[in-house]
């Protein structure tokens, strides 16, 4: 009988085909078998070692299709619009890393000290321009992307966004005019711009290119048009920013920004 359901088990294990067996004759026959710890021990052990190379199989499939993706990526860039976008960074650089992001998004804050790091790293060859994809789960979002584009009028983009993130759980009107004062704003032009509606039209085409072009979430980017989504360390990013300065020269370079901050 164990011999019968030994190979019972392993013709279990290796066929996804029905088995012409009755369930109480198969309940039965693995009780007697899994009675003994030994065999007990036989069983869990084989199952134990199936999943972990099943988990190992779609592990290695899903990276080959993550490879095979960014390859892909690298041949047929995302021309992204950056035209009055904010940005920081050398004007020509060779490769622009475009952000999207969202003031009230703790993963966006992590993202954000990654691009402080693309930037000390490269301060020759990569500029970072930042895009708005406020969530609307995130009730300040939206308002503090036209806090920021509202500063970014008077040249202060990058000091309110710092601010913006360093204060995450306080973000309001209150805090976006006490903001504006402490960096030297015109207070009254920046009350007058962030209430108008006027930057609306640029944070909903920001967001709705990203989701488009398969952002969904934040933080998400394009390296030179080469997609990494989520809050991803600094190695990620270097790995696609030397490659494209390998080729020695930029890919789907984007709109120039008129104005240059930071």
């Known amino acids: 009988m164990i011999r019968y359901t030994l190979g019972l088990i392993s013709l279990l294990a290796v066929s996804n085909t029905a088995i012409a067996l009755d369930q109480a004759e198969f309940n039965k026959l693995m009780g007697t078998y899994l009675?003994?710890?030994?065999?007990?021990?036989?069983?869990s052990d084989a199952l134990q070692k199936h999943f972990a190379n099943q988990r190992q199989q779609q592990q290695m499939a899903a990276q080959k299709k993550a490879e095979a993706d960014m390859e892909n990526q690298f041949k047929n860039p995302v021309v992204v619009p950056v035209?009055?976008?904010?940005?920081?960074?050398?004007?020509?650089?060779?490769?622009?890393?475009?952000?999207?992001?969202?003031?009230?998004?703790?993963?966006?804050?992590?993202?954000?000290?990654?691009?402080e790091q693309v930037l000390k790293a490269y301060p020759k060859d990569v500029k970072v321009v930042f895009k708005h994809l406020p969530l609307g789960f995130h009730r300040n979002a939206k308002p503090a992307a036209r806090a920021s584009m509202a500063a970014h009028e008077q040249g202060k983009f990058w000091e309110m966004h710092d601010a913006l993130f360093s204060n995450?759980?306080?973000?309001?009107?209150?805090?976006?005019?006490?903001?504006?004062?402490?960096?030297?704003?015109?207070?009254?032009?920046?009350k007058k711009d962030y209430a108008s509606g006027k930057?609306?039209?640029?944070?909903?085409a920001d967001s709705s290119f990203a989701n488009k072009n398969g952002i969904n979430g934040t933080p998400g980017f394009f390296v030179n048009g080469v997609k990494v989504t989520g809050a991803r360390p600094f190695p990620d990013f270097k790995k696609i920013i030397d490659r494209w300065l390998a080729k020695g020269k930029t890919a789907t370079a984007p709109a120039t920004v008129k104005k240059k901050e930071g």
């Not at 009675?35 to 069983?43: F, G, I, P, R, S």
């Not at 940005?87 to 966006?108: L, M, Q, R, W």
């Open 35 to 43: 009675q003994d710890e030994a065999n007990l021990k036989t069983v």
């Open 83 to 115: 035209e009055g976008s904010p940005f920081k960074g050398p004007k020509d650089a060779k490769v622009t890393v475009v952000e999207y992001s969202d003031f009230e998004c703790p993963y966006c804050s992590r993202g954000k000290d990654t691009m």
């Open 168 to 190: 995450q759980k306080g973000l309001g009107d209150d805090f976006y005019f006490a903001t504006a004062k402490e960096i030297g704003l015109d207070v009254e032009k920046f």
């Open 199 to 204: 930057y609306d039209k640029q944070i909903e």
